[in-house]
């Protein structure tokens, strides 16, 4: 079960929110939750509110045990920017960008799975060993 939560119009540039993202995506709730709690960022506090969010709905709405959540992905994406302009000299203007980011957190319920690669020749040897296996338990009874 994939629980999703996300934040929007964070007044933070999504360039300097995806560093502290990057270190969180992998692990264990309870550890990312460590370490965003002693990381000095203000991305920090921002991607931890997000995150107990969605832990607080995986409990609530999905009846998960929060011990066992993973986060899947944690993605940073670029919001409206707010244009301002500065006076600069001679009459000139120079823009200003203030760049917001939406933060989006994905939790899974357990540690997701890695499929094992089958070979072509293990394969063919499972398909070969296959009937041997069953004439042998009919011989037996």
């Known amino acids: 079960m994939e629980v999703k939560s996300t934040t929007k119009f964070v007044r933070l540039s999504p360039k300097k929110a995806r560093d502290v993202a990057r270190e969180i995506q992998g692990l264990a709730v309870s550890s990312a939750l460590d370490i965003l709690t002693f990381t000095p960022k203000k991305a920090a506090q921002l991607i ?36 301002r302009f500065k006076p600069r000299a001679k009459g000139s ?24 690669k089958v070979t072509r020749k293990a394969a063919a040897k499972a398909v070969e060993e296959a009937p041997v296996a069953a004439v042998a338990a009919t011989e037996e009874a």
């Open 48 to 83: 931890g509110k997000t995150l107990k969010t969605a832990i607080a709905d995986a409990e609530n709405n999905f009846s998960l045990d929060a011990a066992s959540l993973v986060i899947k992905e944690a993605v940073i994406g670029a919001g409206p920017t707010l244009r």
């Open 93 to 116: 203007a120079g823009p200003i960008l203030k760049r917001t980011s939406h933060i989006s957190i994905t939790l899974v319920g357990s540690a997701p799975e890695k499929k094992k």
